[in-house]
């Protein structure tokens, strides 16, 4: 038996259907709807996020930005040059885990990102999409973290907010660094290598991120502050105390600034390459 | 009678030319046809759809859908067809009618309307007491059910199917034929891989016999079985290709070793 013939040239309501299927979408609207679906998600794991993001650092405000300063452990500036780096560090890691744990998981055994592969748009902005959300998640992330930390430290010498459009610069730029990195390693690793890369990669990069100390400060060991300078996250903790704390010695802004469109540049390139690698066969 | 498909000369190699999965595949499927692509493991189905529906590049030849190169226009492409993969995938931080209403989006349809074809689709596909529910909570067959309304939520004209029925149960199987036989009298063109010869003689108004990478007949089942004395599908298909559609080379990745 084989199904009914039909005439589908006379069937209006199929007429219909491809009308509508033919009519074009604009690439804008399809990249807003995928935005809002992970907005959608990111606000019912609101709380997941905010202990994801708020955590770590506020363990580190905790004992190195209150606990040492009060054993007098600390001495002068500690804290100025503490905080960016704080800031810098939750902002970096919520962009990078907003990106590469979904995208390990949507690519993983059950092929979940198939629905978005087959949006009628090119599959790089389904890639560009999540780096615009990691933008996002760590910059709200930052805007949790930073009156914490005010309230945590006390007054901070050199703290300023008056060069906003600096901050918002090197926000933008350090988040969108990261989610680039949690994009190229959400394509690359397996979920069952999640814990290799944290071990591995993720460890080092937050020790070695001049987040804890300023990069000026690595004087005392010469080949470590020219070796420091592979890891990205010094280029956003820099940044960072060269936007709210500018009087207290640090990187030239221009380098930290250079440095992360450099990196945004090709991490970006190189992560959308093997995202369409991974999306087409 | 107009060509919904158009394939020409498709090959595709994999791991730099070592794995050979279309080997110079020719083929064309009528639109409102309901087409079937049947084979073994291994044969090449899989990447056959996986090119259809800009998942997979060719290495070489030509394919067209509706009229338009897979290569040259994806977009165009995924803007005509809907997929019902191997297994479900559901968006699993989504619950049921999420899946649908956000998928429509993809496609440009504003939510209301979305949320209108998304209540439709589940009562049509009698899944409503799932709507709000987690696509965990599904059954296999429910989910699969899911994944067709999913692939008509933006109401293509072209559907592919992807061994949709494997792992189902007979009764969800039975189910999922009457739910294709109704799209298909719609007028849409239908086009299904599978393994089972039942289903593509049950189904289908044409069926494709692939292996290793090739077509090796095509015709309407009835014109099929006339080939052999005992009317089977089953032994033509054995007399074609050497071996039944229970052998396999590869998993169910459509690949053969070159």
Known sequence: ?281 | MTTAIHIQGLRKEYADGKVLALNGLDLDVHDGEFFCLIGPNGAGKTTTIGILTTRVLPTGGVATVAGIDVVRDSVGVRRRIGVVPQRPNPDRSLNVVENLVFHAAYFGIRTREARRRAEELLARLEITDKTTAKVDQLSGGQQQRLMIARALIHEPSIIFLDEPTVGLDPSARNALWTILRELHTQGRTIVMTTHYMEEANQLSDRIGFIDRGQLLALDTPDNLKAQTPDGSLETFFISLAGRGLDAGDAGDTGEVAA
């Open chain 1, 1 to 281: 038996m084989t199904a009914a013939r039909h005439d589908p040239v006379t069937d209006d309501s199929v007429s219909a259907r491809q009308t509508s299927v033919d009519r074009p979408v604009s690439t804008a609207r399809v990249f807003f709807a995928l935005l809002r679906r992970d907005l959608v998600v990111s606000r019912r794991e609101l709380p997941f996020f905010l202990v994801r993001t708020t955590v770590q650092p506020l363990l580190f405000l905790v004992v190195f930005g209150y606990l040492l300063p009060k054993m007098g452990f600390t001495r002068g500036n500690y804290q100025s040059a503490l905080l960016p780096g704080i800031l810098g560090v939750s902002l970096s890691m919520s962009s990078f885990q907003a990106v590469t744990f979904p995208m390990v998981m949507d690519f993983g055994r059950t092929n979940e990102i198939e629905d978005r592969l087959l949006a009628p748009v090119p599959v790089e902005y389904v890639a560009l999409e999540k780096i615009v959300n990691g933008v996002f998640q760590g910059t709200i992330a930052g805007l949790v973290i930073l009156p914490i930390a005010r309230l945590l430290m006390g007054p901070i010498d050199g703290l300023t907010f008056a060069h906003v459009g600096t901050i918002l610069l090197v926000t933008l730029l350090g988040t969108a660094v990261f989610s680039a990195i949690g994009l190229l390693l959400g394509v690359l690793v397996e979920a069952q290598q999640i814990g290799f890369m944290f071990s591995l990669v993720i460890a080092p990069m937050l020790f070695f991120g001049c987040a804890y100390y300023p990069w000026v400060g690595l004087h005392v060991v010469p080949w470590m502050q020219y070796l420091v300078l592979i890891n990205p996250l010094v280029y956003v903790s820099e940044g960072m105390r060269g936007a709210l704390t500018p009087s207290i010695p640090h990187m030239p802004l221009i380098w930290s600034i250079a440095a992360q469109l450099l990196l945004l540049a090709v991490i970006l390139t190189a992560a959308l390459n093997r995202f369409k690698r991974r999306a087409i066969a």
